[in-house]
């Protein structure tokens, strides 16, 4: 198994990494408390960190939806967070245009699971040189990633995440096949879970997706006893009030819970 080094820690040996954070951009204080309080966390339970906010969610059910500031501020605000703090950062690109100005400020490109295929964008960040996080889409077996990987590698770059994040199961559901765990860790890159968006149930609400956040915390131990080297977590104070994908995020004051149980689990496993 490849370990990713990332500043001062690797990801994919004997310590979990958490990557973790709201959804979307929104307020300056709901960002700085999250970070704040994540990073005082995962310090004090030794866990690898590194922040994760969206600056665009480009696939929201409804042009009424909202999206987050845009990539020129949102940058700027996740920047502030980095150095505020002294956290790395990961967060989504939509487009290859893009990922070089992103890379400027993320530690970690991540690839959206519905745009996992797109060969352009996978090449764009990989040729950046940073983190490439590769989301298997809801569409995709776990043996299809290889192909992904590879598109990544041979476009120069090895520093590789693959994130399981549940598959379509029916019309607005989806579910977890924690088989991909084991098989996806064969193609030899780090594997992080997707706890939340994993109890997404997208569309459902109409014009925005819904969720049960009451199975982000089963389904984050699962992965951690089927072998996953981290772990993936949409967080926010006020998940009710959260401007995107509230339903399936995880409460902060439930974040040192749930880190430790699944630590101990991750610990467990490796033993």
Known sequence: MREIKLNNF????????????PCVI???????ETARTLKEIT?????????????DKANRSSLSNYRGPG?????????????????????????????APVSEV??????????????????????????????KGQFLAPEQMKGLIKKVEESGNS?????ERGVTFGYNNLVVDFRSVPIMSEFGFPIIFDATHSVQLPGANG?????????VPPLARAAMAAGAHGLFFEIHPNPDKALCDGPNMLAL??????????????????K
């Open 10 to 21: 690797t990801i994919g040996g004997n310590k979990l990494t958490i990557l973790a954070g």
């Open 26 to 32: 929104e307020s300056p204080d709901i960002m700085e």
């Open 43 to 55: 310090t004090k339970l030794d866990i690898n960190f590194v922040f994760k906010s969206s600056f």
């Open 71 to 99: 990539l020129e501020k949102g940058l700027e605000i996740l920047d502030g967070i980095k150095s505020k703090f002294n956290l790395p950062i990961v967060t989504d690109i939509h487009s290859p245009e893009q990922a």
């Open 106 to 135: 993320a530690d970690i490109l991540q690839i959206p699971a519905f745009l996992c295929r797109q060969t352009d964008l996978l090449v764009a960040a990989a040729k950046t040189g940073k983190i490439v996080n590769i989301k």
């Open 159 to 163: 520093n590789i995440l693959v994130t």
């Open 207 to 215: 014009s925005c997706s819904g969720g049960d956040r009451r199975f």
């Open 253 to 270: 004051a439930d974040a040192e819970k749930e880190f430790k149980m699944c630590k101990d689990i991750f610990t467990l496993v490796r």
